[in-house]
DNA sequence: ATCGTTTTGACAACGGTTATCAATAAGCAT
DNA sequence: ATGCTTATTGATAACCGTTGTCAAAACGAT
């Protein structure tokens, strides 16, 4: 049986205080400045646990795994600052249809899909003119 | 300045021979069966090389990062078998403006996006029944 | 309070990737 | 061709995020 312990509780409480994806070394890092002494396992297995729940959406970024809270039961992709983190949920059904359809279209069955955006958003765009070229 | 190995061009045209996507360690697994005795930092280097030119495309599962040929210059995106990874290339205007709508529309600049579709090809479907349940 | 089972957490181990650095070889100039 | 400069190679070590280990702690039912 599932039982719930103040460490999970604590996990979900900062994700949800987080306002972009963080990571779980990240997220570990500022829970123990707030004074909260949990270890780092526990931070991954309870990441993994909301995620799996769909209470936490997740994405890889360069080799890492970045976590975020999300409204649970809802689908919904992202647009993402690669400077600041900034999340932007986004809903596109016109997106969810057309990667059903051209899963099926091909014979592919169980479709899952990934799709995010990434880009600087208007502050960062602001603070940082293109000095990268991507 | 940039310099011609008969290493990085091994690297290429086994990556042009593999069906799928392929790990840095299976490629150079496979290259190694081969008779081609190749280092895999240098594997490592060249699929890097490869995916910032736009010779191959890359993308991440699972914690380690998968590459595949590609036409260089046409921007597109992927239907992949979870079970064999057989890759079909899939082009998606709709979704390209989509994603550049969005993005501005929320004041982001420079957008990219990451779209892959998953799913179990005609012929897993086919093989293996759904005991998996997602 | 007691008990059985789950969870925790410090640390080791793991796996993919990158850095190191001496040895090699590509490409240019002569 | 020869030498020279410098990018590249490759064996290995280091790195870093993540997961396994396992004894100790604690949840929840009785």
Redesign the interface.
Known sequence: MKRNTWQREAVREALEESPGFVSAQGLHATMKDAGSEVGLATVYRALADLATEGDADSL?QE?E?LYRACTPGSHHHH?I?RRCGTT?E?A?D??ET??RE??TL?????????????????DC?RLAP?H?I?
């Not at 091909?106 to 208007?122: K, R, S, W």
Request: glycine share 8%.
């Open positions: 890889q080799g795994s647009l600052c932007v986004i596109a016109a997106v057309w990667a051209v899963a091909h014979g592919f069955t169980q479709p899952h899909h990934v799709v995010d955006v990434f880009g600087y958003c208007a765009s293109a990268r991507l």
